[in-house]
């Protein structure tokens, strides 16, 4: 059974901190896409990452999928209220590429 | 560009009555997908339609649920009869028939928060 983990799951800072949220599996995955979703919304696609070693960047959110394309890394700098909400990780199934398999989330408060 | 949209947002039902969920996808996406979230746990998929098919029902818990796409177009999911264990928010999302580099897209809806009293 694939899953993903997500760590930690809860993380309150302050603005102008920066975090690192992480999601790991024990499975490889095609892909692995971040969401953000605030509440009474749905998950919001913020970036996909295909390659192994893959670094993508959005602002001041960096991405990063791991060598082995078992895990995935979302690091924020200089966090900001706005950035508040649930991030997600998910990826492809193996038993059918259009299926998801969602994270757990980590849930992100950011202080002003 | 219209997103994807549900209906209703919130519904409130008491265990063994029916309740019909909508959701309606982006302009000619031909993949539709609902998922739920129960609560403290990670969001699981129930169904994938193609247009007016369903490709995939494996997450579907049990016979109670009914999923259809008429039309090819929107999407109706209906519980019958409803259980406390149904409760959570269920979200539909959806994408374009074109897979994309490897990858597919999924466009997400608001959800429609369900409570079984």
């Known amino acids: 059974t694939q899953l993903l983990e997500q760590s930690p799951q809860f993380l309150s800072i302050q603005e102008g901190e920066n975090l690192t949220v992480y999601c790991n599996s024990s499975?490889?995955?095609?892909?692995l896409q971040w969401y953000r979703q605030e509440p009474g919304e749905g998950p919001v696609l913020l970036v996909t990452v295909v390659t192994g070693g893959e670094v993508k960047k959005l602002k001041r959110l960096t991405f990063q999928f791991g060598d082995a394309r078992k895990d995935s890394s979302l690091h924020i700098t200089a966090a900001q209220p706005g950035d508040t909400g649930l991030y997600l990780c998910?990826?492809?199934?193996?038993?059918?590429?259009?299926?998801?398999?969602f994270g757990t989330g980590t849930r992100l408060k950011v202080l002003a | 560009e219209a997103g994807v949209t549900q209906f209703p947002s919130h519904s409130v039902i008491e265990k063994g009555q029916t309740v019909t969920l909508r959701c309606d996808p982006i302009?000619?996406?031909?993949?539709l997908y609902w998922y739920r979230r129960v609560m403290g746990k990670e969001i699981k998929f129930l169904l994938h339609f193609v247009k007016e098919s369903k490709q995939d029902e494996s997450g579907m818990p049990n016979n109670r649920f009914l999923a259809e796409r008429t039309g090819g177009t929107y999407s109706t999911l209906k519980v019958q009869p409803a259980e406390l264990e149904d409760s959570g928010v269920y979200f539909c999302?959806?994408?374009?028939?074109?897979?994309?580099?490897?990858?597919?897209?999924?466009?997400f809806g608001p959800g429609t928060r369900l409570t079984v009293l």
């Open positions: 998910a990826g492809p199934s193996t038993s059918g590429t259009y299926k998801y398999i």
């Open positions: 302009s000619g996406h031909d993949n």
């Open positions: 499975s490889v995955f095609s892909s």
């Open positions: 999302a959806s994408s374009q028939r074109v897979w994309r580099g490897g990858y597919n897209e999924q466009f």
